[in-house]
């Protein structure tokens, strides 16, 4: 599985962006699909992930301005990421999960920065 994600870039405090990630390959059976961060010197830590019957699980840091999304159909996972704080700041990873087989998959990562 392919991971190849988009839509990061530099904004201001309480700004939005987008991000979209696209799998693509053996993704029959992929469960979870979602989205982590990680910042300079820190490890790297869970912001939103949502099955594959849409259960939705998002980070307390983020809840109420991050909304994750997933189209089945495209393959595609999406975080729309509201008013952004400088704490946001990191490099945003997709992730999926194949859970039967124990697979873990990682996108290439895009960078998000907010100015303040």
């Known amino acids: 599985v392919q991971l190849q994600a988009s839509g990061g870039g530099l904004v201001q405090t309480g700004g939005s962006l987008r991000l979209s990630c696209v799998a693509s390959?053996?993704?029959?059976?992929?469960?979870?699909m979602g989205w982590y961060r990680q910042a300079p010197g820190n490890q790297r830590e869970l912001v939103a992930t949502i099955s594959s019957g849409g259960i939705i699980r998002y980070a307390e840091a983020v809840l109420g301005r991050f909304f994750i999304s997933r189209d089945n159909a495209k393959n595609s996972v999406y975080l729309q990421m509201n008013s952004l704080k400088p704490e946001d700041t990191a490099v945003y990873y997709c992730n999926a999960v194949r859970y039967g087989s124990g697979n873990n998959y990682w996108g290439q990562g895009t960078q998000v920065t907010v100015s303040s």
């Open positions: 390959g053996r993704i029959l059976g992929i469960n979870d």
